[in-house]
């Protein structure tokens, strides 16, 4: 596409339930990148994919997050039985490929509220 | 590890201000970055550097790449209320374990009241 796509762009659930964040990058980007973003606040960079596989998921809060990426196209970011500290934006981001001078191409965000 | 120490964290402008911000680390990089996220929206990559002492303007915003390599700085001419946001600098590691930007934690524009 034109540009990375993030899905729902916001997102409320209940404290427990789990939750899909679904990222859609620029067609041909090989790189993809979560980040997670409290109110207002910096970057926390959460893992990224070399195609389909991701090199390092020591980024990740806790073993209830987890991602993936098929096809080399669209990423899923999952968290397991949602906390209130999981509330913040997620943003994705896409380059052409991994150490790209023209640095990251980023999505919308997806807000995601716990109530 | 690498890290990229952004200053101020936060300043207040009124219009026609011009404004200054940096981004200083103990590392050298070859490529320094600067994007601007509006509320609501994820950061847009307004200026990149590729060259020590190098000197890139983007209309009212001029960022330059210090001769040291460790360092970037930002200036905002002029400004008026849609400058108002967060700026976040960005520096690109060869390898590294988030793939290849680090980011500032960003200095947030607001308008005085």
């Known amino acids: 596409g034109a540009g990375v796509s993030q899905s729902p762009s916001n997102k409320v659930t209940e404290k427990g339930k789990d939750v899909e964040l679904r990222c859609d990058p620029i067609?041909?980007?090989?790189?993809l990148y979560w980040y997670r973003q409290s109110l207002g606040q910096g970057l926390e960079f959460l893992i990224y994919?070399?195609?389909?596989?991701?090199?390092?998921k020591s980024g990740l809060p806790s073993d209830r997050f987890s991602a993936e990426r098929t096809g080399g196209s669209v990423s899923t970011l999952t968290i397991q039985r949602t906390q209130q500290e999981d509330s913040a934006v997620y943003l994705c981001?896409?380059?052409?490929?991994?150490?790209?001078?023209?640095?990251?191409?980023f999505g919308s965000g997806t807000r995601l509220t716990v109530v | 590890g690498q890290q990229l120490n952004q200053s101020p964290q936060s300043m207040f402008i009124q219009e026609g201000e011009d404004v200054s911000m940096n981004c200083t680390s103990s590392?050298?990089?070859?490529?320094w970055l600067w994007y601007k996220q509006d509320p609501g929206e994820g950061p847009v990559l307004l200026i990149a550097?590729?060259?020590?002492?190098e000197l890139t303007s983007n209309g009212r915003l001029t960022a330059q790449f210090g001769i040291t390599r460790k360092d970037s700085f930002l200036n905002i001419s002029a400004s008026i209320p849609s400058d108002v946001g967060i700026y976040f600098c960005?520096?690109?590691?060869?390898?590294?374990?988030?793939?290849?930007?680090?980011f500032g934690k960003g200095t947030k524009l607001s308008v005085k009241p």
């Open positions: 981001a896409s380059s052409f490929r991994l150490n790209s001078p023209y640095g990251y191409t």
């Open positions: 960005a520096a690109l590691l060869d390898g590294g374990s988030q793939g290849n930007l680090i």
């Open positions: 590392s050298i990089f070859n490529t």
């Open positions: 994919f070399q195609g389909n596989s991701a090199p390092d």
């Open positions: 550097l590729y060259k020590a002492g």
């Open positions: 067609s041909g980007h090989t790189a």
